[in-house]
């Protein structure tokens, strides 16, 4: 039942466009365009699972390409709305991408607001709450394909930018049952249930993974006596349009590296790490953030300054880079303690702040042979001071 204000029309109010009609054509026939941007960088998996458990073609979902200039100069020029983070900014750019196509276009452009983030410090931090700018940016992002004439409307596409909090599994289901349900008829919240449950656990199972992955490197640096890199950002810096693939070009001197969100987290060797902490009382798990960040509601936030906890008690991790975009207002306050844990340890730390569209292909060069050259002439006398430091008994 709506609640009007002030006096009621005579009339009802016309329902919103999107939600107006059910998607015209059967679900395995429809074809999904996502957007690779922000948060789906760490949850495509999710909504791959979800859209094919709800009976979608996975042959027919979309991603829209890199970040480029090139996008954004064809695809988003004169799209753009009022938004100081850059990685927002590059959303027009992939809108644009995929409402154009002339081959293979899309029915349904799915742009979900994630308000929570499923992730491995749930329920040993205060929230896993995304970044407000970027929850909303679909939205925001959505007005500059309004203005001069609706191009979703022209194109033929429905936007869908559900509200989800992926960290609760059960208020997601409903969440994206109401958000679905008017678009595919017959749709039941125990269909959607299920398909959240299928979603998560994919995505889960992808993560272990990338874990298992990360674990076997590290071993192999320990059996060999190699330094890691630890590579400190938000997931959307592997987008190469967003973090310029700083990441690559370390790994072309040879130097393996890794990522924040796929450390592994094997109980035997976070016992090892943390081990002397817990019995000290300065912590009460292996996942707990209050010794060095008592504001844990951000989930990408939490979950570097627990990467910066990781690289601080590993012993091949010798260097760590950091990754920031231009005036990104929740990673300025996680400067300065970051940069502190992982010194205070005896770490290489370098950083890139405030990376925008233009790639400073010179200096990024230079920075990072300094990288290289570094850890060439330091990386065996870090990992032994770290040795020396750490408990004994290493499973790796």
Known sequence: MP?????????PA????EAAEPLARPRELLRVGLPRVLNLWSTHQFWIALLETLGFDARRIEFSPDTSEALLREHGKGRGTVDCCYPVKCIAGHYGELLGRDKRPIDLLLSPMIQTLPSFLGGHVQASLACPRVMAAPENVKAGFLKGG?????????????LVN??????????????????????????????VQVGLATLERFNAGLRNASRQLLADCAREGRPAILVLARPYHMDPGIGHEIEVDLQGHGVPVLWSQHLPLDDDLLQWMY????????VASPFDLRDVWPSSYSANTNEILWGAKFAARMPWIACVVRLSSYECGMDQPTYTPV?????DSGTLFFSFQDLDATKPAGSVKIRVETIATYLKTRAAAIIAAKQAAAPPGCPL
């Open 166 to 195: 992926l960290d609760e599994p059960d208020l997601a289901a409903r969440q994206l049952h109401a958000a679905f349900a008017p678009l595919l008829p017959g749709l039941k919240p125990a269909e959607m249930q299920r398909a």
């Open 275 to 282: 081990g002397p902490d817990l019995a000290a009382g300065r």
């Open 3 to 11: 609640i009007w204000f002030g006096t009621r029309p005579s009339a």
């Open 14 to 17: 016309a329902s919103p466009p």
């Open 150 to 162: 609706d191009l979703f409307a022209t194109r033929g596409v429905r936007h869908l930018t559900p």
């Open 339 to 343: 940069q502190r844990i992982v010194e």
